[in-house]
């Protein structure tokens, strides 16, 4: 009794381990639509369970399919939570587990193999590892991606690779081969960003700028990374002024002209420090910066009344 009851329990083991590396989905034939376990799959048909108190597979054509639906994998949203989060070294970490799990599924349209490829490209992009990039996506296989934002993501891949190899000239040509293009402002903000560094790089200071401040304008703030980058350059880029530079030293001793263009110039590079300064779950404002934080517009109204007051007595 206590060897039957061993055997059911180690088949019992087996077969929750067999439906645990299979996939939860829905397939749709005919208009009917039932709940299957995807075992096996390739460019034509699937193999599946039907049901978890069977080890007999189904084997089916995919031409006789009307729509796979799959059931996220719990993998998959742990590691898009931590992708939202940014928290891209985790997000990462679930996304590969993902991927090894449902290595099988590959071939099939919007499976999460390959959508937890994409995010693991996408994670990398995001923590700037660019060789890692461009290794991913050599074997990355975009037929099965439906997502049109995705699909638009690995083309934009280019951009980040001139960027990476300092392509500037090409960074410049490229962006004329998407002006006018329909994508999300994310999107958008990832191509003004490169194509403003490759402008810089060139000489064109003036378009630089106008790039960069068109990240802040697009960005959603969806990529906090790509809006301190782009913030720094500008900053950067008007604290190279001798006229920004002399307006925020005289800010210490002087009265600074308040209608100059040197301090709209320096207005502008403080905004940007300012939104920095108070930004949560970024990294720290650079000390270079700091000095900017303090700067507004008008003078705070204690040093009006001091200014004042000294005024009256001369």
Not at 37 to 51: P, R
Not at 86 to 106: H, L, P, V
Not at 135 to 141: I, N, Q, S, T
Request: aromatic share 10%; net charge positive; proline share 2%.
């Amino acid at each position: 009794m206590k060897t039957i009851s061993l055997t059911c329990l180690i088949l019992v083991s087996l077969v929750t381990s067999v439906f645990a590396e299979n996939a939860k989905s829905i397939v749709t034939k005919g208009g009917a639509s039932k709940e299957v376990y995807i075992q096996l799959a390739s460019n034509k048909g699937i193999s599946f369970f039907e049901d978890t108190r069977t080890t007999k597979a189904t084997t089916m054509a995919l031409k006789d399919i009307d729509s796979i639906f799959f059931f996220r994998p719990k993998e998959f949203q742990e590691g898009l939570e931590f992708f939202n989060e940014g928290d891209f070294s985790k997000a990462k970490k679930s996304f590969i587990s993902c991927k090894e799990k449902y290595a099988k599924m590959a071939p099939l349209s919007e499976n999460y193999f390959s959508r937890a490829y994409f995010y693991e490209m996408e994670c990398a992009r995001r923590e700037r590892k660019f060789d890692e990039v461009i290794k991913l996506e050599k074997g990355f296989r975009d037929d099965v991606i439906k997502n049109e934002n995705h699909l638009n993501q690995i083309k934009l891949y280019a951009f980040w690779k001139a960027y990476h190899q300092k392509d500037w000239k090409r960074l410049v040509q490229m962006e004329r081969t998407w002006d006018g293009a329909k994508l999300p402002g994310y999107q958008k903000a990832q191509i003004a960003y490169c194509y403003g560094v490759g402008l810089e790089e060139t000489g064109d200071v003036k378009g630089a700028l106008i790039q960069f401040n068109s990240v802040l304008a697009l960005s959603e703030f969806k990529e906090m990374e790509l809006v301190l980058e782009a913030g720094t350059r500008i900053m950067d880029i008007h604290l190279a002024d001798e006229s920004v530079e002399d307006c925020l030293k005289s800010q210490a001793t002087d009265d600074p002209d308040r209608k100059s263009k040197a301090f709209a110039t320096l207005l502008e590079a403080a905004s940007i420090a300012r939104l920095w300064d108070k930004s949560v779950g970024v990294k720290k404002l650079p000390t270079k910066y700091s000095k900017l934080v303090s700067i507004k517009p008008d003078r705070p109204k204690a040093e009006k009344e001091e200014k004042a007051s000294k005024e009256e007595k001369k």
